[in-house]
């Protein structure tokens, strides 16, 4: 049964966890900035510490500080459970996040399954926030969103698919001891199905060239044009912290997790996955936006096929 | 196996303490001076007209529909994906027919024009 000392352990887990969400987003906003910077021979900030480093935390302060504007018209219950149904899910996300050998808060025996469904919930956030605020711009950033999220939602789980082939299981710390011999990246068809899994992780979090619902030349801000201080600064977490999780899914399922050599597990693990997160900023730095007539087309005629044939030929492999 | 899933409800509860506690340290520093025009919905500096619970493009309700049929396609398949290797080539063929029955029904979406946006 559950003991105090036990539950007094699991309180601390849970609360190291969310101090590395906050810190990591953090980090990753910081980090955006100054990739995006460097990427147009800018510097980026500079004046708050080193190079800036303290940026976030003066960020940080200052969205604790500002009003709260609540627009005249929003639905209120809705627009308040927003940013709740936004974050809460994706620090839900990080109970089966392997970092390490022994280094993962649960290694629940669904896994992989555990974490897409729980990420996938955030849409109805992005939803209510898009609907409840009694906005024309959000709520056409919510309409995008969603009907984005659920079309890349199915090449991702097909690619996600291809590796349960090879992996034989849907523990998180199984899929990595799979990888023993060689990363699943090396294999062929699980090379396509990174590919195809990127992609669509782009996609799924509103990153351009996928972020139509945000497009600040058309829509403002999307679904949250209407949020300011502290409700703002959750979406803006969220969003930071779903970067981090399907970046470590990408490195957990396909470069070997914590796996390597020299170097301790979890340090392995976040280079992995910090590399992922880089060559996501990468991408957004310098890709145009997407026009919203090829998002869906892109997704049902190009993804789709590829992955479901991509499964195929795997299962091929695997049975021959 | 099921106090496996403890961590999981503590997450949830900490992850809503967490959201709970910014907003209420930042109910307590931040100020309050609201006026009419401040808080009307932002309409790019034009004065709102109408309300945004509008009709919308029915394309949307299509796309929703053809994800629900893919989703639960990807439900069967996990469970398949993992026990393959047991089950042999009855299993595969098996599921090629499903498969096939599926991409039968994109092309015929697709056709259709489902995924040409207006």
Redesign the interface.
Known sequence: M?TLSSLIV??L???A??GFISASAMFLIWWERKVSAHIQTRFGPMRVGWHGVLQPIADAIK???????????VDKWVWWLA??FV???A??A??AIPFGKNLI??D??LGI??IIAITSTGIFGIFMAG?G???????LGG?RS??QI??Y??PL??SI??V??FS???SMQKIVTAQAKYWFILNPSLFVAFFVYIISATAEVNRAPFDLPEAESEL?AGFH??YS???F??FFIAEYTNMFTISAIAATLFLGGWRGPLLPGPVWFLIKTYTIIFVLMWVRWTFPRVR??Q???FA??VL??IS?VN??IA??F??K | MIADYGYVGLFFLFGIVFVASAFIVSWLLRPRAANPVKNSPYECGEAVKGNSWIQFNVHYYLIALIFVIFDVEVLFLTPWAIILRELGHVAYVEMLVFIAILIFGLIYAWKKGAFDWQ
């Open positions: 559950v699991m309180v887990v849970v609360s966890v969310l969205l604790l500080c500002k009003e709260d504007i609540v627009p005249v018209g940013p709740f974050t809460v899910p620090v839900m990080f109970v808060v649960q629940l025996n399954l555990y609907w605020s009694n906005n024309k711009y959000s709520l309409m969603a009907a659920i079309s939602e199915i789980l097909i698919i291809t349960l082939l034989g299981s849907l403002v044009t209407e201080g502290m409700k600064a959750m919203v007539d998002l869906m087309g049902w005629k789709t096929p479901l499964l195929i299962g091929w695997i049975l």
